[in-house]
T-cell receptor
Framework: NAGVMQNPRHLVRRRGQEARLRCSPM?????VYWYRQLPEEGLKFMVY????????ESGMPKERFSAEFPKEGPSILRIQQVVRGDSAAYFC??????????????????FGPGTRLTVL | SQKIEQNSEALNIQEGKTATLTCNYT??????LQWYRQDPGRGPVFLLL?????KEKRKERLKVTFDTTLKQSLFHITASQPADSATYLC??????????FGGGTRLMVKP
């Protein structure tokens, strides 16, 4: 059973270009989360999606960032007109069920290996 | 505002000793806490979940406690090994049931 897959693993972009990060959740998981991790910092929640729906985007910058999880295919995190401050590791996670207050084994999040974005 | 914090200083211990990492939270009462392991260049790996009504949880050499009075969770690795060297993250649910993570504590186990 393949885990969460992310590609590319490393992405280099020049300022002003677009970055597209892809995430394929674990088989049977329909809930996807994106996180950003800056060097020497913890993971920061960005957005939570279910198939074709954005459920919570409270952690995502309002401008230049967008996310989608189409009916078919991987989830995409898109960053337009990248700036140096966007350089970070971007992690995707997936879960079988939606997050619950009590926390159950089925809403445990499984993380992908991350995409390391470098903006020159 | 809700905060979840870990000691940012690295913890260095000798092989065979017990490593104890701390996670503190303020201004909220999470229903559960989770602990993850993260190796350099990799994504976090889920280790344990402990709920607010559980005092202690064990898994092999790992033990987690949850003290709602102290607003703290302790993560113990007994008989530590160099292979346990990694960054350990604690996390809890925040608004909207999304996960919020502490900054992580790096553990170095020396042979």
């Amino acid at each position: 059973n393949a885990g969460v897959m992310q590609n590319p693993r490393h992405l280099v972009r020049r300022r002003g270009q677009e970055a597209r990060l892809r995430c394929s959740p674990m088989k049977g998981h329909s809930h996807v989360y994106w996180y950003r991790q800056l060097p020497e910092e913890g993971l920061k929640f960005m957005v939570y999606l279910q198939k074709e729906n954005i459920i919570d985007e409270s952690g995502m910058p309002k401008e230049r960032f967008s996310a989608e999880f189409p009916k078919e295919g991987p989830s995409i995190l898109r960053i337009q007109q990248v700036v140096r401050g966007d350089s970070a590791a971007y992690f995707c996670a997936s879960s079988q069920t939606l997050p619950s207050r009590g926390g159950s084994s089925t809403d445990t999040q499984y993380f992908g290996p991350g995409t390391r974005l470098t903006v020159l | 505002s809700q905060k979840i914090e870990q000691n940012s200083e690295a913890l260095n211990i000798q092989e065979g000793k017990t490593a104890t990492l701390t996670c503190n939270y303020t201004n909220y009462s999470p229903a559960y806490l989770q602990w993850y392991r993260q190796d350099p260049g990799r994504g976090p790996v889920f280790l344990l979940l402990i709920r607010e009504n559980e005092k202690e949880k064990r898994k092999e050499r790992l033990k987690v406690t949850f003290d709602t009075t102290l607003k703290q969770s302790l993560f113990h690795i007994t008989a530590s090994q160099p292979a346990d060297s990694a960054t350990y993250l604690c996390a809890s649910e925040a608004a909207g049931n999304m996960l919020t993570f502490g900054g992580g504590t790096r553990l170095m186990v020396k042979p």
